[in-house]
């Protein structure tokens, strides 16, 4: 009888755990179509101007840099709580290639700035890409985390 429970338990748990799986993966594509919906509005509809902001492969490379700094940590840390370290040092990703780019740009202007204002905004527009994926992939790798398991079934 006891055996019998303890299937039973077990093949409740493996369908809830199906079942949080796919919530999981819906809410993460809900996310991203309604994101990349929402930009190609601004862009198509709403006709805002913008070139290839939203593709830069260096700002990926940056924000994705610093989940080193995750591996660097994880003999602090039990595993199920790297996901929320590891979210947090992607958002700090973000900030420092936020602040680099800014540094770039302003290292950059000539005394044409007068003339070309416009280009110096659009350019710290492209410096803030890498907040965008900070918070966009954090908040992802840590929605899909595995959370404390506890086995006393």
């Known amino acids: 009888m006891k055996f019998f429970v303890f299937e039973i338990l077990g093949r409740f748990y493996l369908k809830v755990k199906r079942v949080k799986l796919k919530r999981k993966i819906v809410g993460i594509f809900g996310l991203l179509f309604f994101v990349i919906l929402s930009v190609w509005y601004a862009l198509r509809v709403e006709g805002i101007i913008i070139d290839n902001y939203f593709a830069s492969i260096p700002s990926l490379g940056i924000v994705l840099a610093f989940s080193g700094l995750t591996y660097a940590k994880k003999d602090k840390y ?37 003339n070309n204002f416009g280009d110096l905004l659009n350019s710290i527009g492209m410096a803030m890409i890498t907040l965008l994926y900070g918070y966009m992939i954090g908040h992802i790798v840590e929605s899909c985390w595995p959370k404390k398991r506890i086995d006393n079934i």
Do not use: A, E
């Open 78 to 114: 039990k595993f199920h709580q790297l996901g929320k370290v590891l979210k947090k040092d992607l958002i700090l990703g973000g900030w420092i290639g936020t602040m680099i780019g800014i540094m770039l740009t302003f290292g950059l202007v000539d005394n044409s700035v007068n």
